[in-house]
C-alpha cells in the first residue's frame, strides 16, 4: 500500500519504499519528456526494492481543457498534502494573460529556494573550453524581489497613485507614462535563503557561498542581501563558516563566505568557473545564472530544478525549459531536464542509491553518444535516438 510522505519534527522527511508522489505531466513537450523520465525513474527505484505511486494533478494548458482553470485548488491541494512533487514545462504568455504558473505554484506553497545544481557531463557538447570546470549549486530566492509580482501598469490608477507617492515619500517625479514594479527584499527572506545555501554547502562539504548581488547601486535591497548573509555566518555559522573580511580570503577549514556583483559574476562563472561553489542571490539574478551556467554545460534541455521550503517540508522538482510546442508529439526532444529534476527529487528523498545509479546510466549513455537530435547535431560520431530510445538506453545502462 502507498503511502504519503510526512514531515518529522525535525523537519526532515519520513518516505517509505511506496511512496505518493504528484506530477503535473506538462505541456507542449511534456507529453513527450515525461513518460521517458518516469521510465527511467522507476527502473531505478525498482533496483532497490521501491515502487512510487504516480498521482497526475493538472496544470497549464490540459488543465484548462479538462477543468477550466489553468491551475486548480485541488493541485495545490495535492501538492501541499504529500509534500514532494514533479513537473514538466508550463505555458506562460509573455506580456499578458494569466500569471506565471511556475511562479504561482512556488508562491502558494512558499517554496522559498529555488535549488538549480549545474555540472557537467563527460561528453555533451559545450560553448567552453574547460565546461568540467563549471560545478555549482545556485540558491535563487523565490518568493520576493521583482518576482513577487506587484505591478502596476502604465496609465492605471494603481500607477498614478505610486507616482504620487513616490513625489511625496521621495521628491521624485517619475515620467508619468512609467509602469511600476516593487522590489522586495527582507531580512527574513534573505536570511532564510542564505541559511539553506550554507547548509547545504555543511552537508556536501562543500567549500564556498558566494553571495551574489547588486547592491552598489541598490544599496537597501540588494546591498541588504549581502549584509544580512554576512550577518548570519556569523550569527549561525561561526564554527563552520568564516566570511571574506573576517579571513583576507583564507577561511582555513571552514567554508569561505564572499559576495561578488551580479554583473562582474556572470562575467567570472565564464571565465573563472572553478572559483565558484554555492551561490546565494535573489530572484531575477537567480534567473540570469541559473540559464547562463546552463549554457556553459549543454543548455537548459540538461538542467534540472527543485523548489524546496526545508522548513515545512514542501518541494516541487520540475523542468526548467520551455514547452516548445512546435515538437510536442514527436518523441524527438531531450528529457534529461525532467529526468535529473527527478534525480533531485530522489536525492531529496534519501535515495542516494538510486538518483547515483541514473548519474552514472546518463553519463555512461552519452559518452557512448547515444543521444537525442539536440546533441547529436553537435557531435560527431553520434547515435541520434528519439526521446523514448534514449530514455531506454539509460535504462539497460542502470
Known amino acids: 500500500m502507498a503511502d504519503k510522505i510526512t514531515l518529522n519534527d525535525d523537519s526532515t522527511l519520513n518516505v517509505s519504499n511506496n511512496p505518493i508522489i504528484p506530477f503535473i505531466e506538462g505541456d507542449g513537450t511534456g507529453i513527450d ?21 504516480w498521482k497526475e494533478v493538472l496544470a497549464g494548458q490540459k488543465a484548462f481543457d479538462e477543468t477550466g482553470e489553468w491551475l486548480p485548488e485541488d493541485t495545490i491541494t495535492a501538492f501541499d498534502e ?36 549545474v555540472r557537467w557531463f563527460q561528453g555533451v557538447p559545450s560553448p567552453v573550453k574547460t565546461p568540467e570546470k563549471v560545478d555549482m549549486v545556485i540558491f535563487r530566492e523565490n518568493t520576493e524581489d521583482i518576482y513577487a509580482g506587484i505591478e502596476a501598469e502604465a496609465h492605471s ?22 509602469g511600476i514594479g516593487i522590489k522586495p527584499i527582507s531580512e527574513f527572506g534573505t536570511k532564510r535563503l542564505c541559511r539553506a545555501a550554507l547548509n547545504y554547502a555543511v552537508k556536501r562539504g562543500r567549500k564556498s557561498v558566494t553571495f551574489v548581488h547588486k547592491g552598489n547601486i541598490m544599496k537597501f535591497t540588494e546591498g541588504a542581501f549581502r ?31 564572499k559576495d561578488a556583483i551580479a554583473d562582474i559574476a556572470l562575467q567570472q562563472v565564464l571565465t573563472r568557473p572553478d572559483e565558484f561553489d554555492v551561490i546565494a542571490t535573489m530572484n531575477l539574478n537567480g534567473d540570469y545564472l541559473s540559464d547562463a551556467l546552463a549554457a556553459q554545460v549543454g543548455g537548459i534541455g540538461i538542467a534540472p ?17 520551455g514547452t516548445a510546442p512546435k ?18 527529487m530522489y536525492e531529496h528523498l534519501g535515495w542516494e542509491d538510486s ?10 549513455t552519452i559518452g557512448e553518444k547515444i543521444v537525442t537530435y539536440d546533441f547529436a547535431r553537435l557531435m560527431d560520431g553520434a547515435t541520434k535516438v528519439a526521446c523514448s530510445e534514449f530514455a531506454q538506453a539509460i535504462v539497460d545502462r542502470l
Not at 544580512?228 to 563566505?257: H, Q, R, T
Not at 527543485?306 to 516541487?316: L, P
Open 33 to 53: 519528456i515525461w513518460p521517458a523520465a518516469k521510465l527511467v525513474l522507476d527502473a531505478a527505484a525498482a533496483k532497490y526494492g521501491r515502487q512510487v505511486e
Open 327 to 344: 515538437y510536442a508529439g514527436q518523441d524527438k526532444v531531450n528529457p534529461s531536464s525532467v529526468l535529473l529534476s527527478g534525480v533531485m
Open 82 to 117: 504529500h509534500l514532494i512533487g514533479i513537473k514538466g514545462p508550463l505555458t506562460t504568455p509573455v506580456g499578458g494573460g494569466f500569471r506565471s504558473l511556475n511562479v504561482t505554484i512556488r508562491q502558494m506553497l512558499d517554496l522559498y529556494v529555488c535549488l538549480r545544481p
Open 305 to 321: 530544478g527543485g523548489n524546496i521550503n526545508y522548513v515545512t517540508g514542501h518541494g516541487v522538482f520540475e523542468a526548467t525549459h
Open 157 to 178: 490608477k494603481e500607477a498614478k497613485k505610486v507616482l504620487e507617492l513616490v513625489k511625496e515619500v521621495f521628491g521624485r517625479e517619475l515620467r508619468p507614462d512609467s
Open 355 to 364: 538518483a547515483g545509479d541514473i548519474i552514472k546510466a546518463v553519463e555512461q
Open 227 to 257: 549584509n544580512w548573509g554576512y550577518e548570519l555566518v556569523k550569527e549561525e555559522f561561526s564554527d563552520v563558516a568564516v566570511g571574506w573580511d573576517d579571513c583576507n580570503g583564507d577561511p582555513g577549514d571552514k567554508i569561505l563566505a
